[in-house]
């Protein structure tokens, strides 16, 4: 399998090229186009671990209900990834390091040796941050590849760094994490907008996304129709 | 204090770093990531009533957040604009610049954030009936959707409405026309702003009014 990403990073999109009988998994909606002898199989969740629950946790989590799997047989073949919101994406190594955690949403594609687990998530901190703060649990081996709304820059935490939850990618799961108030008092964080926000604990990396899909919503929203 | 812009043209965002008790100030919700240690704490936008003014006239936030850095050393903080687009950075020296509504993402705090009287005729142009000015001395950051044109007119020149980002404080703006009145409606420019004097003024490359014109008849 060979990913390459073109079109950096205004308008990227993903070109997976497959050997005969290679697999790729993609967040439904995600592919652009393919070749004519691909072969999809759509399931609720990972392949071979289908079940309603998987299914109903991917509902609950802000993704699309199903995954579509692109298997190249009879020869080589590829499939190109895209996404809604203009921006970057991003190839992952999933090794020998840490789980990597990625924000529901930022999710588009990923190997078949790569493992998807939707159930991470203390539903108590999710709710509370009153944002898809959502994740999906990569493990194992293989390329994952993400996307984000703007730039993904990186940060290294050492300690402890604070990221607003809407500009979250993903993160090594050797951090932990809190949503706490951005500034020094909760009036404060509220009254200056920013909220909750993420606080990150330990050493990892952080991936950030430049820009956050809900303010441009705010900006935008007021000049739409109304329905 | 060092910043760098990074990302542009398209995804623009601001990295500032910190020294020891250095603060930034920036719009509500500006920041998109910081260090842990750095203090965050929501002001009333120059004053309550300046706050109230400028978040009922000028488009701008009614709080703004000041980031102080009250460690021993260099802390990051990054800034970021609603909307995709370009950012750009000007020096005061004491001199005033004016912006647009929304326009104004981050500033050191030697700049004056006020708000001025910018007539009917900018109303009409989308562009609001005040206009937020800076002045003093400092840096100050401003965006927009889409990238960022930046021209030095001498005598007229005319950008079309919600176009206009930055410009000068001697530059006088009128409003007007694009054409004739069949030309101005039928060929979808309408209204033009008319910009007369020497100076500096600032264009996006695109509009979120021309965006949402585009989408809304797509809804349903």
């Known amino acids: 399998m060979q990913i390459e990403i073109t079109h950096q990073p205004g308008n990227s999109a993903a070109r997976v090229s497959l050997q005969a009988g290679e697999t790729i998994t993609a967040e439904g909606g995600a592919m652009i186009a393919m070749s004519g002898h691909m072969q999809v199989e759509t399931?609720?969740?990972?392949?071979?671990?289908?079940?309603?629950?998987?299914?109903?946790?991917?509902?609950?989590?802000?993704?699309?209900?199903?995954?579509?799997?692109?298997?190249?047989?009879?020869?080589?073949?590829?499939?190109?990834?895209?996404?809604?919101?203009?921006?970057?994406?991003?190839?992952?190594?999933?090794?020998?390091?840490?789980?990597?955690?990625?924000?529901?949403?930022?999710?588009?594609?990923?190997?078949?040796?790569?493992?998807?687990?939707?159930?991470?998530?203390?539903?108590?901190?999710?709710?509370?941050?009153?944002?898809?703060?959502?994740?999906?649990?990569?493990?194992?081996?293989?390329?994952?590849?993400?996307?984000?709304?703007?730039?993904?820059?990186?940060?290294?935490v050492n300690g402890e760094y604070i990221v607003d939850t809407g500009h979250?990618?993903?993160?090594?799961?050797?951090l932990n994490f809190e949503i706490t108030k951005a500034g020094k008092s909760w009036m404060s964080s509220f009254l200056g907008g920013e909220g909750m926000v993420c606080k990150f604990i330990g050493q990892g990396t952080v991936w950030c996304q430049s820009h956050n899909a809900g303010s441009f919503g705010t900006a935008l929203g007021p000049s739409l129709k109304s329905h | 204090m060092q910043s760098t812009i990074e990302g542009a043209p398209a995804f623009a965002y601001i990295n500032v770093d910190l020294e020891p008790g250095e603060t930034v100030i920036a719009e509500s919700d500006a920041m998109s990531s910081m260090a842990a240690d750095l203090d965050m704490v929501a002001k009333f936008n120059g004053g309550f009533f300046g706050g109230l003014a400028k978040a009922f006239l000028g488009g701008e936030s009614l709080f703004v957040n000041h980031f102080t850095n009250n460690t021993s050393s260099t802390r990051r903080v990054?800034?970021?604009?609603?909307?995709?687009?370009?950012?750009?950075?000007?020096?005061?020296?004491?001199?005033?610049f004016c912006l647009q509504p929304g326009a104004y993402i981050a500033s050191t705090p030697g700049v004056?954030?006020?708000?001025?009287?910018a007539g009917f005729k900018s109303w009409f142009a989308k562009e609001g009936l005040f206009k937020l000015t800076v002045s003093g001395q400092g840096s100050v950051w401003y965006g927009a959707y889409g990238g960022l044109l930046e021209k030095e007119v001498d005598g007229e020149y005319i950008v079309d409405t919600s176009h206009l980002v930055a410009y000068?404080?001697?530059?006088?703006?009128?409003?007007?026309?694009?054409?004739?009145?069949?030309?101005?409606?039928?060929?979808?420019?309408?209204?033009v702003t008319r910009i007369e004097g020497k100076g500096k003024i600032i264009i996006q490359t695109r509009s979120l009014s021309g965006l949402a014109d585009w989408l809304n008849p797509r809804l349903w």
């Not at chain 1, 509902?59 to 203009?86: D, K, Y």
């Open chain 2, 168 to 191: 000068e404080p001697q530059m006088q703006l009128k409003i007007q026309l694009a054409g004739g009145l069949f030309s101005s409606l039928a060929g979808g420019e309408g209204f």
């Open chain 1, 43 to 156: 399931t609720t969740h990972k392949r071979d671990k289908g079940s309603i629950m998987g299914a109903l946790k991917r509902l609950v989590t802000g993704e699309s209900l199903f995954l579509n799997h692109f298997t190249s047989n009879g020869g080589p073949g590829e499939v190109i990834f895209g996404t809604a919101l203009t921006g970057d994406m991003m190839e992952f190594q999933m090794g020998s390091g840490p789980a990597l955690m990625v924000q529901a949403g930022s999710y588009v594609a990923s190997a078949p040796s790569v493992d998807m687990d939707m159930s991470w998530q203390g539903f108590g901190k999710a709710l509370f941050s009153g944002e898809s703060m959502f994740w999906i649990k990569l493990t194992g081996t293989g390329p994952v590849i993400i996307n984000s709304f703007g730039a993904i820059y990186p940060i290294q």
């Open chain 2, 78 to 96: 990054s800034l970021v604009q609603g909307t995709p687009g370009n950012t750009r950075q000007i020096d005061l020296n004491g001199n005033t």
């Open chain 1, 168 to 174: 979250i990618v993903a993160f090594e799961e050797s």
């Open chain 2, 112 to 117: 004056n954030l006020g708000v001025k009287w």
